[in-house]
Nanobody, 123 residues
Framework: VQLVESGGGSVQAGGSLRLSCTTSGYIHSRACMGWFRQAPGKEREGVAT??????TYADSVKGRFTISKDNTENTLYLQMNSLKPEDTGMYYC???????????????????WGKGTLVTISS
């Protein structure tokens, strides 16, 4: 399975971006998919996941970001509103095609990763 992110860019604080992750290869609807990010000099952190367990968000993005998935188009989305400078980073799409434990705090089950799309938020 290959994952390709798009939609990153540079916007001012308060703006919005919509990230997309297209997949090649079959991913069943119960697979866990998610968005993770890494800011310069910081460790990677989970942003949002969607799977058979439901949807989870990092506390820092709750109420601002929305994860969704279009199974017919094999595409994962992340709608990001009210962006803040601290949202800056490389955003990665990931998938656990085996449909294991799915939570924003757990990335060890993810076995496929995209190369990332850069999001830069200016104040």
């Amino acid at each position: 399975v290959q994952l390709v992110e798009s939609g990153g860019g540079s916007v001012q604080a308060g703006g919005s971006l919509r990230l997309s992750c297209t997949t090649s290869g079959y991913i069943h609807s119960r697979a866990c998919m998610g968005w993770f990010r890494q800011a310069p000099g910081k460790e990677r952190e989970g942003v949002a996941t969607i799977g058979h367990d439901g949807i989870t968000y990092a506390d820092s993005v709750k109420g601002r970001f929305t994860i969704s998935k279009d199974n017919t188009e094999n595409t994962l989305y992340l709608q990001m509103n009210s962006l803040k400078p601290e949202d800056t980073g490389m955003y990665y799409c990931a998938a656990d095609i085996h449909g294991g434990y799915c939570h924003v705090t757990y990335d060890k089950g993810m076995d496929s990763w995209g190369k990332g799309t850069l999001v830069t938020i200016s104040s």
